[in-house]
């Protein structure tokens, strides 16, 4: 069983920054490309910013310059350094992983809860 746990996620006022974690926990034998989606209230899940093994990221456009995706791959952990941050990036914002469970497994995506994020005014 695989598990993303999330934290970092709270409430700040515009214009702060806020840091969010993800660790892949149980049985991963590799991740691939891990990132974060955002769900505002009423609109549709939408993808932040996410990175592949190796390292290259992509980020939505209404984001970059301001968020920086990084990862750890033998801790297995993903992190979004958010800052300049907005009301409008309000929402529960969520991990998600590619991830191999064994050798011979093929990669499936995994979810982490979700983690809010509160931007105030």
């Known amino acids: 069983q695989v598990q993303l746990v999330e934290s970092g996620g709270g409430l700040v006022q515009a214009g702060g920054s806020l840091t969010l974690s993800c660790a892949a926990s149980?049985?991963?034998?590799?991740?691939?490309?891990m990132g974060w989606y955002r769900q505002a209230p009423g609109k549709q899940r939408e993808l932040v910013a996410d990175?592949?093994?190796?390292?290259?990221?992509n980020y939505a456009e209404s984001v970059k310059g301001r968020f920086t995706i990084s990862r750890d791959n033998a801790k297995v952990t993903v992190f979004m350094q958010m800052s300049s941050l907005k009301p409008e990036d309000t929402a529960v914002y969520y991990c998600n992983a590619a991830i191999k469970r064994t050798i011979s497994s093929g990669s499936l995506d995994y979810w982490g809860q979700g983690t809010q994020v509160t931007v105030s005014s």
């Open positions: 990175i592949s093994r190796g390292g290259n990221a």
């Open positions: 149980g049985s991963v034998f590799r991740t691939y490309t």
